[in-house]
């Protein structure tokens, strides 16, 4: 009997939550359009990250009162058949009361009602958080397009002010630069491979750079016709892991002299706010080669490292409906989930860290076959391009290489 208020009340209190479910079947009034400012995306952004985390506290709360319901409904259930058990045989039979038949039958009738809420309160728990996860890559969303903004404005005023006086280049070294170290010079180390090819290097291999705001690193430099490149990344054998986790994608891993990727920290140093070049060698198993070269730029780590590239470069990577200001694709690893995917995780369904739209355009940091996998679900894993020899092949070997903005062909 002391029981039964209690249910009620239990019941009573998950009554609000019951009226979210069921509101969320019903269809919202249409509105007129309108166009919301940068502060009110984020405020609603902001504001609806807040709500989710307090409906997960309030599911939380609600569910340990169920369950204490619950221990005590078991409780007077086990206490109530002892004491029917334990009737004196001497006594004489008393007639039954219509209320104590129907006890049992109304503490399992509460039960079930509990049981039956517990589930409602899960489901709405697994919708918040599902939501929660939207909410967050469209904040990211919103940052990104935040930035490109901001490039856009920075970039002109910057082309109309450099105009004028641009700054002059330090004279090429009359002497020759050791490739494997470049510790010999007289002063301030290059900011990249392309400012060493200004100052007179012309042989490829490893040198020490030091970006605008960045310690000193090591890089390969690949001198060609048209300047000095940086690469970032290179895939040939499969001596190095590349399924690894966010930390390790930021500041690189594997060996200088063969299988790496260099960090996405050193390569936003290198590329800086003024964005560059991207340059992606690929090699298929016949011995067939492609090469692309397209501009770009490498948001900071507020922005997961996004890569945005214009609307002409978007559509032949094999994107769709895509923006007139182009397309912004944030790096994604297992851990750290930021593709354009709602429903999937594209680094855990596939492998590697990657600025992954949509699970299919490509991924050079995906798992390395030595022979072409007779599945199809396994080949998806691997390196891939899609729009050079489709998604389902995985590629031999890969090289990526960047040059920053501003970068001037040799004479």
């Not at 807040?50 to 609600?62: D, N």
């Not at 856009?152 to 330090?170: D, S, W």
């Not at 500041?251 to 390569?267: C, I, R, S």
Request: charged share 20%; with cysteine; glycine share 10%.
């Amino acid at each position: 009997k002391r029981s039964a208020p209690s249910a009620g009340a239990a019941l009573v209190l998950c009554a609000p939550t019951a009226g979210l479910l069921s509101a969320q079947g019903r269809p919202a009034p249409s509105e007129p359009p309108r166009f919301a400012s940068w502060d009110e995306v984020n405020v609603l952004a902001h504001g609806l990250l807040q709500l989710g985390h307090g409906l997960r506290e309030h599911v939380e709360r609600t569910r340990g009162q169920l369950g204490a319901l619950e221990r005590r409904l078991g409780s007077c259930g086990a206490t109530c058949g002892q004491a029917a058990g334990t009737k004196a045989p001497s006594q004489a039979p008393v007639s039954p009361v219509p209320g104590d038949e129907a006890a049992p039958e109304t503490l399992r009738s509460l039960q079930m009602q509990l049981k039956a809420q517990n589930s409602r309160i899960e489901q709405l728990f697994q919708k918040v958080a599902q939501q929660q996860r939207h909410l967050e890559k469209q904040h990211l969303r919103i940052q990104n397009l935040q930035s490109q903004v901001g490039l856009l404005t920075t970039t002109h005023l910057n082309q109309e002010v450099a105009k004028p006086a641009r700054r002059k280049r330090l004279p090429k070294m009359a002497q020759h630069v050791d490739p494997a170290h470049n510790a010999s010079r007289l002063h301030r180390l290059p900011r990249d491979c392309q400012e060493l090819f200004e100052e007179g290097e012309r042989q490829s291999g490893l040198f020490q750079i030091q970006p605008q705001g960045s310690p000193p690193f090591l890089v390969n430099c690949e001198m060609t016709s048209d300047g000095g490149w940086t690469v970032i990344q290179r895939r040939q054998d499969g001596s190095v892991d590349f399924d690894q986790p966010w930390e390790a994608y930021k500041a690189g891993f594997g060996d200088p002299q063969g299988e790496f990727w260099l960090g996405l920290e050193k390569v936003h140093r290198i590329t800086g706010g003024h964005g560059g070049r991207l340059a992606v060698q690929l090699q298929d198993w016949e011995g067939n080669a492609e090469s692309l070269k397209f501009p770009i730029h490498l948001g900071g780590e507020d922005t997961a490292y996004s890569l945005q590239v214009t609307a002409p470069v978007a559509s032949k990577l094999g994107a769709t409906a895509v923006a007139p200001s182009g397309l912004s694709l944030p790096f994604s690893t297992w851990d750290q989930d930021h593709d354009l995917r709602r429903d999937k995780n594209c680094a855990k369904i596939l492998s590697g860290g990657w600025w992954f739209g949509t699970c299919s355009h490509s991924n050079l940091n995906g798992q390395y076959f030595h022979s072409i996998p007779r599945q199809r679900q396994q080949r998806k894993k691997g390196i891939f391009w899609k729009t050079w020899r489709g998604r389902y092949y995985p590629l031999q070997a890969t090289t990526m290489l960047v040059q920053p903005t501003g970068a001037t062909s040799a004479s």
